[in-house]
């Protein structure tokens, strides 16, 4: 399969299957996640996984959800793009975004992506 391009997606709506839950620690490395996070299936991101989403403006653990693409969150020091998807008609400032992903993209270097 084919690198899944992040900027496709940008403004579009998506199905986010989550398999890290708000308020779970990272299997591998110990850290809370303070949002939901989960991916985007039958796509292929830079680390040859699927596409990874950041779920903001949802308060509760939750399996899957639909919603619109709002950013991206591009790692230039990582090949590895995040969305960042909202409830439909919602959106958060670049600020907002980076304080909410603050627990796990602190350890790379990104800009953050927009229409």
């Given at each position: 399969m084919e690198k899944t391009n992040a900027r496709d997606f940008l403004g579009k709506e998506v199905n986010v299957q989550i398999d890290r839950a708000l308020g779970t620690k990272h299997p591998k490395h110990g850290f809370m996640y303070m949002l939901n996070y989960g991916f985007i299936t039958n796509t292929i991101s830079g680390d040859g996984e699927e596409l990874?989403?950041?779920?903001?403006?949802?308060?509760?653990?939750?399996?899957?959800?639909?919603?619109?693409?709002?950013?991206?969150?591009?790692?230039?020091?990582?090949?590895?793009?995040?969305?960042?998807?909202?409830?439909?008609?919602?959106n958060y400032s670049d600020d907002a975004i980076r304080a909410l992903t603050e627990f796990q993209e602190r350890f790379f270097e990104s800009i953050i992506i927009r229409e």
């Open positions: 990874d989403a950041y779920l903001v403006g949802i308060f509760e653990p939750i399996e899957n959800f639909e919603g619109e693409v709002i950013a991206i969150i591009h790692r230039t020091n990582d090949d590895d793009d995040k969305l960042v998807v909202a409830p439909k008609g919602v």
